[in-house]
């Protein structure tokens, strides 16, 4: 096994901040891994193309690239970074499409002469304990209040909960105007009304397709694409697809990328928060969650901006060195390599689904819905799902990525590798993902880890729920007997105590995690152990805490000193700064927390100038 190598991610450049499509990998990690195995005029391909990452990485090293997804919009997404295309035709007729519709509709967002920011819709139920209608209302600084007449309390969800309350449409909260004011009208028109204002026809019919029944994604029984949208930002969506789709080929993928970049920022699906004053609206997966209190930007300033963003995307591709050679293709890998030679691969890239994590292909409906008109084959996604038509379990995930890692394996070369990136804090995502491959004959020669170039506020709130960078494995046939083995626990335990010797006592159950799988990973485990290794884990730490794992022969000490070494060799005095630096430093090893950082701040301040007041006034 070669030596084990560290990554740091840069964060992503204008390229790949087209669209919001999930699981977009650090452009430079992966082009640092395939420099490594791709070359002028290796044969490459990528079965699970995604945002398209891999495929122009290895495009920029001189490769023959394939490029494939199952899902269209990640087709399009790849497409757009291999193609080449007129930005001066494309930007024109985006510019034109946008203007047409502010021409045509821009008064559905003036309200008594006034230009609307965003409008506030509110979920309206039926009160339990009186039985009257309840709205959410706006307070003076627009946050929601949630409180029936009577008194009581209401609850607002995208279904049915415990009986409190029953969903019967929304209503107007609040109206924030252009300028300084941030004025919150009362309800003074409701949404048909604006349609009918404007001489807008309801567009349901075209674009308004049903959704995969999965309640653990929030997909409810009978919800089509327009539950998630307000009327007229749908009915304004349709228009623009009509036009899109009737574009030529030259610029039609361009702008579906510029369609499907769009649509969320006219659903539902976006909260109201602290009266819009920090941060923007997003969609936060994982789920089709409709707040009780959404907003609806003034779509025609979303549009712009968004247009903005994605030529600009765009024309950085575009300096990007000509394709030796390419082809995007939309279809399973088993579906894809019917039409290729055997062995005629170099380079394979893998960036398989994480087990139920993400449903790449249920979440992408809304996308897809504006695009495409052909029906996605849920059957031949690797993926662990509850829908409740054609439910797929692990069984059912492992038997798919195994059957489609053998028509992979049947056109790889027999010098090829397989470079795989891969992290689920699940072992059964890992022991179903290793288990093919092993069972195929591959044997993994190396391992790099990719530390994450932002740590989100999630991944520092929720250890045991986020997960902290990629590993980056790589496969290749096996020359002989079997390289895999059941390592013996105490391997594990000394792993364990290894790093909590280092850093001390509490860890965060995902780095604990992380380092087990590395050491898993890197002693040739067979997939079985995988499965189990969080059982192991709680053998030797018990169960974590608050997200934290404790082993108690360990001081804190240790970890104190460790995270004082590093904020004393750091010549700066913000405290994010030396977060941001700290966390840089430790590259997966060691990811304090940010009020470990202040506390380590104060010490190093207090050893430097002992007289300095703490808190001055």
């Given at each position: 096994m070669s030596p084990i190598h560290g990554v740091?991610?840069?964060?992503?450049?204008?390229?790949?901040?087209?669209?919001?499509?999930?699981?977009?990998?650090?452009?430079?990690?992966?082009a640092s891994v395939l420099g490594q195995y791709v070359s002028d005029g290796t044969t490459f391909w990528d079965p699970f193309s995604g945002s398209g990452v891999a495929a122009l990485a290895a495009s920029d090293l001189g490769a023959n690239v394939l490029a494939s997804d199952i899902n269209p919009t990640a087709y399009n997404l790849t497409s757009a970074v291999l193609e080449r295309f007129d930005l001066v035709r494309v930007q024109r007729k985006a510019d034109e499409m946008i203007e047409s519709l502010r021409s045509q509709y821009a008064q559905a967002y003036r309200v008594e002469g006034e230009v609307v920011r965003y409008f506030v819709h509110g979920m309206a139920s039926l009160c339990k304990a009186c039985g009257d209608k309840s709205y959410p209302t706006l307070e003076q600084h627009g946050e929601p209040r949630a409180a029936c007449r009577c008194g009581a309390r209401s609850r607002f969800n995208g279904g049915v909960r415990r009986n409190d309350s029953r969903l019967i449409g929304c209503n107007l909260a609040g109206i924030g105007l252009v300028g300084p004011s941030h004025s919150y009208w009362p309800s003074v028109l409701d949404t048909w009304q604006r349609m009918d204002a404007v001489g807008v026809a309801d567009y349901r019919q075209t674009y308004d397709r049903p959704l995969i029944e999965n309640r653990r994604i929030l997909a409810h029984s009978g919800a089509t694409t327009s539950s998630f949208f307000n009327a007229f930002p749908f009915a304004l969506l349709s228009i623009l697809a009509d036009t899109v789709n009737g574009t030529d080929n030259a610029v039609r993928i361009p702008l579906q990328v510029l369609l499907t970049s769009l649509v969320t920022q006219g659903s539902r699906l976006l909260p109201f928060r602290r009266g819009l004053t920090s941060g923007g609206?997003?969609?936060?997966?994982?789920?089709?969650?409709?707040p009780p209190v959404n907003v609806e930007m003034n779509v025609f300033d979303s549009y712009a901006s968004r247009s903005r963003k994605v030529l600009r995307g765009l024309y950085s591709i575009a300096k990007h060195p000509d394709p030796r050679s390419h082809r995007v293709a939309l279809g399973s890998a088993t579906r894809v390599a019917r039409d290729l030679p055997q062995h005629s691969q170099d380079v394979v890239f893998l960036d398989p689904p994480y087990g139920g994590d993400v449903p790449y292909l249920e979440f992408?409906?809304?996308?897809?819905?504006?695009?495409?008109?052909?029906?996605?084959?849920?059957?031949?996604?690797i993926v662990v799902s509850d829908r409740i038509d054609r439910p797929s379990q692990w069984a059912e995930y492992q038997s798919r990525f195994s059957a489609q890692l053998?028509?992979?394996?049947?056109k790889l070369s027999h010098d090829g590798v397989v470079v795989v990136t891969f992290n689920n804090l699940d072992g059964r995502a890992w022991s179903n993902m290793m288990e093919p491959f092993q069972r195929l004959g591959l044997r993994l020669r190396d391992i790099a880890y990719q530390a994450p170039a932002v740590k989100s506020a999630k991944s520092q709130m929720s250890p045991m729920a986020s997960y902290v960078g990629d590993f980056y494995l790589v496969f290749v046939r096996s020359r002989g007997a079997s390289t895999t083995t059941l390592i013996p626990d105490e391997v594990i335990r000394e792993a364990v105590s290894e790093l909590f010797e280092r850093c001390g006592s509490p860890q965060p159950a995902g780095r604990v995690r992380n380092v087990v799988l590395m050491k898993l990973l890197s002693c040739g485990a067979h997939a079985s152990q995988f499965e189990e290794y969080e059982a192991k884990i709680t053998g030797i730490c018990g169960s974590p805490i608050r997200?934290?794992?404790?082993?108690?022969?360990h001081a804190d000490v240790s970890r104190i000193a460790y995270l004082d070494d590093h904020v004393a060799s750091i010549d700066a005095d913000d405290p994010l700064e030396v977060f941001a630096t700290v966390t840089r430093m430790d590259a997966g090893s060691t990811l304090p927390a940010f009020q470990d950082v202040l506390a380590a701040m104060t010490r190093k301040a207090m050893r430097l100038n002992p007289s300095r007041p703490l808190f001055p006034e």
């Amino acid at each position: 096994m070669s030596p084990i190598h560290g990554v740091v991610a840069n964060t992503h450049s204008s390229e790949f901040l087209i669209h919001k499509y999930w699981g977009r990998k650090p452009f430079n990690v992966v082009a640092s891994v395939l420099g490594q195995y791709v070359s002028d005029g290796t044969t490459f391909w990528d079965p699970f193309s995604g945002s398209g990452v891999a495929a122009l990485a290895a495009s920029d090293l001189g490769a023959n690239v394939l490029a494939s997804d199952i899902n269209p919009t990640a087709y399009n997404l790849t497409s757009a970074v291999l193609e080449r295309f007129d930005l001066v035709r494309v930007q024109r007729k985006a510019d034109e499409m946008i203007e047409s519709l502010r021409s045509q509709y821009a008064q559905a967002y003036r309200v008594e002469g006034e230009v609307v920011r965003y409008f506030v819709h509110g979920m309206a139920s039926l009160c339990k304990a009186c039985g009257d209608k309840s709205y959410p209302t706006l307070e003076q600084h627009g946050e929601p209040r949630a409180a029936c007449r009577c008194g009581a309390r209401s609850r607002f969800n995208g279904g049915v909960r415990r009986n409190d309350s029953r969903l019967i449409g929304c209503n107007l909260a609040g109206i924030g105007l252009v300028g300084p004011s941030h004025s919150y009208w009362p309800s003074v028109l409701d949404t048909w009304q604006r349609m009918d204002a404007v001489g807008v026809a309801d567009y349901r019919q075209t674009y308004d397709r049903p959704l995969i029944e999965n309640r653990r994604i929030l997909a409810h029984s009978g919800a089509t694409t327009s539950s998630f949208f307000n009327a007229f930002p749908f009915a304004l969506l349709s228009i623009l697809a009509d036009t899109v789709n009737g574009t030529d080929n030259a610029v039609r993928i361009p702008l579906q990328v510029l369609l499907t970049s769009l649509v969320t920022q006219g659903s539902r699906l976006l909260p109201f928060r602290r009266g819009l004053t920090s941060g923007g609206p997003a969609w936060s997966i994982p789920g089709f969650w409709i707040p009780p209190v959404n907003v609806e930007m003034n779509v025609f300033d979303s549009y712009a901006s968004r247009s903005r963003k994605v030529l600009r995307g765009l024309y950085s591709i575009a300096k990007h060195p000509d394709p030796r050679s390419h082809r995007v293709a939309l279809g399973s890998a088993t579906r894809v390599a019917r039409d290729l030679p055997q062995h005629s691969q170099d380079v394979v890239f893998l960036d398989p689904p994480y087990g139920g994590d993400v449903p790449y292909l249920e979440f992408s409906a809304l996308w897809n819905a504006f695009i495409s008109d052909e029906t996605v084959a849920l059957d031949e996604e690797i993926v662990v799902s509850d829908r409740i038509d054609r439910p797929s379990q692990w069984a059912e995930y492992q038997s798919r990525f195994s059957a489609q890692l053998e028509s992979i394996l049947d056109k790889l070369s027999h010098d090829g590798v397989v470079v795989v990136t891969f992290n689920n804090l699940d072992g059964r995502a890992w022991s179903n993902m290793m288990e093919p491959f092993q069972r195929l004959g591959l044997r993994l020669r190396d391992i790099a880890y990719q530390a994450p170039a932002v740590k989100s506020a999630k991944s520092q709130m929720s250890p045991m729920a986020s997960y902290v960078g990629d590993f980056y494995l790589v496969f290749v046939r096996s020359r002989g007997a079997s390289t895999t083995t059941l390592i013996p626990d105490e391997v594990i335990r000394e792993a364990v105590s290894e790093l909590f010797e280092r850093c001390g006592s509490p860890q965060p159950a995902g780095r604990v995690r992380n380092v087990v799988l590395m050491k898993l990973l890197s002693c040739g485990a067979h997939a079985s152990q995988f499965e189990e290794y969080e059982a192991k884990i709680t053998g030797i730490c018990g169960s974590p805490i608050r997200g934290q794992y404790i082993l108690e022969q360990h001081a804190d000490v240790s970890r104190i000193a460790y995270l004082d070494d590093h904020v004393a060799s750091i010549d700066a005095d913000d405290p994010l700064e030396v977060f941001a630096t700290v966390t840089r430093m430790d590259a997966g090893s060691t990811l304090p927390a940010f009020q470990d950082v202040l506390a380590a701040m104060t010490r190093k301040a207090m050893r430097l100038n002992p007289s300095r007041p703490l808190f001055p006034e």
